[in-house]
């Protein structure tokens, strides 16, 4: 059984179709993802990298996996938002192809600013869900996603996330039944969702095939959703802790994932608000931190060597 640590590129603030730019240069961000000790990290979004040619040329000189690319999809929007997010679903598996890596394309629902206002909601208020009309346009066009994938030669995940139509254990549940897609288990985001990650792991387990590791501070959320506040990307920025200084078991996680022989990657991620360039180094710092106490508390789950 190996598990391999990689890292992430929303942990340096890197994330969304504005990333890039003044605030963030993609050559630094590989070399310090991999001067901080790193195996792998994931894509960031579409040609933030390059051509998939550079894209590939970049990561080899760096040293580092292709662990995947996230791909969010608009699933409840009209036609033409898909048609543009499956625009960038054919890029990133075009770079991922260039990277010659067994990467995963990992969906993700892209929700809509009535949901960024209402995270977490409870699994009783069903009031913001989707329909069963829009359930099975969803699942239709995970379909497609995974065939597109497969193109490619590409295996696809996706991945629940708050504040989306994917979020709640039970929308997962949803997912699983009308779809055979794969999933990642983010335990920062089925933790906040109100899920147990253990539970959900073992629940979930024969579909699980990418694990994102993060932390999370819950009092975050619920500051946020008692003062209403809107400004999503502000406290989610505010929500990620190192690892082991949250109010994740991280540990009952890692034993579970043994128990279950999960030889996949785990990804670090302690999202962040977008960082310049010159913050990298002191970003590797705290990277570095989660990689050094991931390996150590994973060899503690193995009883050996991480």
Known sequence: ??????????????????????????????????GAGY???ELGP?????????TAARFATNRLAAIGGYVPVHFALDDEVVAHDFAGLEHTCRELAACGSDGL???????????????ARPCDDRSLALGAAAWRRLARLTAQAID???????????HPHISTYVESPWEVEWLLALTD????????????AGGD?????????????????????KDVLAAAKAEHRSDFDEWWAEI?????????????????LVAARYDGWLVVEQDRAPAVAAEYSVIAGEQAANLRWLAEHLAKATDGPA
């Open 1 to 34: 059984m190996t598990m391999r640590i990689g890292n992430a590129p929303v942990s340096y603030g890197v994330y969304g179709a504005a990333a890039g730019g003044d605030r963030a240069s993609s050559l630094d961000l590989l070399t310090t993802i991999a």
């Open 39 to 41: 195996q792998g990290t």
């Open 46 to 54: 579409p040609r933030f990298f390059g051509t998939p040619e550079e």
């Open 105 to 119: 394309v990992i969906l993700a629902d892209e929700g809509n600013p009535e949901l960024l206002d209402n995270p």
């Open 148 to 158: 597109i994938a497969a193109g490619y030669g590409l295996r696809t995940s996706f």
């Open 181 to 192: 897609v794969r999933l990642t288990l983010d335990i920062g985001h089925i933790e906040l």
């Open 197 to 217: 990650p253990v539970r959900c792991l073992r629940a979930w387990w024969p579909r699980i095939n990418h694990v994102h590791i993060k932390d999370v501070r």
């Open 240 to 256: 990620a802790t190192p690892l082991g200084k949250g109010d994740i078991d991280i540990d009952a996680v890692l034993a579970a």
